[in-house]
Nanobody, 122 residues
Framework: QVQLVESGGGLVQAGGSLRLSCAAS?????MGWFRQAPGKEREFVAGISSRGGSTYYAESVKGRFTISRDNAKNMVFLQMNTLKPEDTAVYYC??????????????????WGQGTQVTVSS
């Protein structure tokens, strides 16, 4: 089972940007980014297919966040622009056993990272 490690979180002012990275220990298929704010359920943020040809975003981040991947380096990224205080959460990457673009939390997600904290101040 592939191991995932997120990095790139931190504290940023509203309107700022961060780039999250997810390093995988091996080859991955469909990948997704998720987040969980205090007292809330984990939610889908963005997903990408195995070759990167298809992406999908939650409505709340569409136009502000961009998911991408570098399969040669077994890396997945989440570029986050125009950050808002409501984006504050622990962000997780997850690997699917399917090649399709990840769109939600399902049992097909077989590996999860430990998470990285993103805090957006107003």
């Amino acid at each position: 089972q592939v191991q995932l490690v997120e990095s790139g979180g931190g504290l940023v002012q509203a309107g700022g940007s961060l780039r999250l990275s997810c390093a995988a220990s091996g080859r991955t298929y469909g990948m997704g980014w998720f987040r969980q704010a205090p007292g809330k359920e984990r939610e889908f943020v963005a997903g990408i297919s195995s070759r990167g040809g298809s992406t999908y975003y939650a409505e709340s981040v569409k136009g502000r966040f961009t998911i991408s991947r570098d399969n040669a380096k077994n890396m997945v990224f989440l570029q986050m622009n125009t950050l808002k205080p409501e984006d504050t959460a622990v962000y997780y990457c997850a690997a699917s056993k399917l090649q399709l673009v990840v769109r939600t939390i399902t049992p097909d997600l077989v590996s999860w990272g430990q998470g990285t904290q993103v805090t957006v101040s107003s």
